[in-house]
T-cell receptor, first 115, second 114 residues
Framework: DSGVTQTPKHLITATGQRVTLRCSPR?????VYWYQQSLDQGLQFLIQ???????AKGNILERFSAQQFPDLHSELNLSSLELGDSALYFC??????????????FGPGTRLTVL | GENVEQHPSTLSVQEGDSAVIKCTYS??????FPWYKQELGKRPQLIID?????GEKKDQRIAVTLNKTAKHFSLHITETQPEDSAVYFC????FGGGYNKLIFGAGTRLAVHP
């Protein structure tokens, strides 16, 4: 157990719908990262938040958005869902970057199925 | 753009043999190179990492080497065991200033046969 929690574990929805994935980082970690893992594309970086502020952005679609709240948990919102959005979505967290905490600890993931 | 290439995509070895996985990165500013192991249906877990100011790092049966000039780094697993069977991902990052964006390779599926 990495200490990073994600809910829900599984999500099945229809095309055109909107969903919200939730992540709670390890206690004390300030950074949260979101990754998408599709069968044929490996792990793709989506976005990073550090202490509530966006710090890095990957190839995140405009239909996707994220935020990190004052209690440091994060939510990833996916809207106008398409079949190709079906994937495993991982959240990861890491400690204070000022202290040089490089390691990212991954949560168990949320499996999204769009029908 | 940033890119990490990983080879081979699949690797099959006999128990006790060594396994080597190679990665090449495109961004010469990258300074942090972790390796993650992902078992079927589970989360990626860090197994070893190396920073750009170090050329080699070893942890028991696992070692990583880095060639900054060639922008190339490799994972070496010695005396492989069946429980080493998993998908291994390399990654590269420009770490600093509150920024740590990991760019992953496509993964290597390692099978260790008893």
């Amino acid at each position: 157990d990495s200490g990073v929690t994600q809910t829900p574990k599984h999500l099945i929805t229809a095309t055109g719908q909107r969903v919200t994935l939730r992540c709670s980082p390890r206690s004390g970690d300030l950074s949260v990262y979101w990754y998408q893992q599709s069968l044929d594309q490996g792990l793709q970086f989506l976005i990073q938040y550090y202490n509530g502020e966006e710090r890095a952005k990957g190839n995140i679609l405009e239909r996707f958005s994220a935020q990190q709240f004052p209690d440091l948990h994060s939510e990833l919102n996916l809207s106008s869902l398409e079949l190709g959005d079906s994937a495993l979505y991982f959240c990861a967290s890491s400690g204070s970057l000022a202290l040089g905490s490089h390691e990212q600890f991954f949560g168990p993931g949320t499996r999204l199925t769009v029908l | 753009g940033e890119n990490v290439e990983q080879h081979p995509s699949t690797l099959s070895v006999q128990e006790g043999d060594s396994a080597v996985i190679k990665c090449t990165y495109s961004d010469s500013a990258s300074n942090y190179f972790p390796w993650y192991k992902q078992e079927l249906g589970k989360r990626p877990q860090l197994i070893i990492d190396i920073r750009s100011n170090v050329g080699e790092k070893k942890d028991q049966r696992i070692a990583v080497t880095l060639n900054k000039t060639a922008k190339h780094f490799s994972l070496h697993i010695t005396e492989t065991q069946p429980e080493d069977s998993a998908v291994y991902f390399c990654a590269a990052s420009l770490f600093g200033g509150g920024y740590n964006k990991l760019i992953f390779g496509a993964g290597t599926r390692l099978a260790v046969h008893p």
